[in-house]
Structure formats: C-alpha cells, structure tokens
C-alpha cells in the first residue's frame, strides 16, 4: 500500500503559527485515513519551529536569479526552491528546472525587474493609468 504524507494541520493538529488547525473533511482524505494510507507530517515542527509561533511568508515578489556554471544569468518567478533544486517560469513563461549543485549562485532578485514611475508619474496622472488599465478588462475604478 502507498503511504500519502499530509500536512499534521490539516488532519486536525493544532500546529500552525497560531496553533490553530486547517482541518479538512475532504471524502478522498478521509477515505486514505480509513484505508491506513495517511502519514501525519508537520514540516515546520520538523524544522524546529515551536507552536504558536510569530507567522512568516516570503516578501518579495518571487523574482529569482540563478547562474549556470558557464555564467549565464536566468531571472524568473519562483515556482518551488527544496533540497536539491530551484524550479521556476522564466521571462519567456517557460518552465525551467535547476540543480542547485550545477549553479555558481541562485537568490532573490534584491530589485524588482518592474520600472517604478512614482518618480515619473504625478499621484493623478497614476491614478487616471490604474482608471484606464480598469477599464480594459471591464473593472469599474472607485
């Protein structure tokens, strides 16, 4: 039979930040827990991190950059970082796959690859590009 690692807060544990639960009541879940099949795992706790604990998320917008061995520069958006590899989407929106182990470096991007124009821009001429963007796409501006 094929063991399913779920997350301890969603089977009901009080291990998240807050020491609370996710549960979820979902029938194929609660069929893999009659079956025998489900292994509670919290990776935070694993980690090291106590309950409750201050919450945490990554701030930044998920820009990427890795360089080759043969010093060639990708930025994309992060997908997922483990143990072993980074995978993301880069600007072209395809998927690219990384083994830490073949790259010189790989971190996040410090800047965003956005041009700011609140330099450029008056606050009401921003404002009458957001209205406008809005409008594109049927969204009323308030």
């Known amino acids: ?4 690692l779920v997350s301890s807060c969603l089977l009901g544990a009080p291990v998240r930040h807050d020491a609370r639960d996710k549960k ?14 489900v ?3 919290c990776p935070e706790m694993l980690g090291g991190l106590g309950t409750p604990r201050p919450p945490s998320e990554i701030v930044n917008d998920g820009s990427r950059r890795v360089v080759t061995r043969d010093g ?21 929106d395809q998927l690219r796959s990384f083994v830490k182990s073949d790259l010189r470096e790989h971190g996040f991007v410090q800047a965003s690859p956005m041009p700011s124009f609140r330099t450029t821009l008056s606050p009401q001429e921003l404002a009458d590009v957001i209205a406008y963007l809005g409008t594109l796409k049927g969204v009323v501006a308030q």
Not at 1 to 4: E, L, N, R, S, V
Not at 72 to 92: A, C, E, H, S, Y
């Open 72 to 92: 060639v520069t990708i930025i994309g958006r992060l997908l997922n970082l483990d143990t072993f590899q980074v995978l993301m989407r880069d600007p072209k």
């Open 39 to 41: 292994v509670s795992v």
């Open 1 to 4: 039979m094929i063991k399913i």
């Open 24 to 37: 979820c009541d979902h029938a194929i879940l609660q069929r893999w827990i009659e079956e025998g099949r």
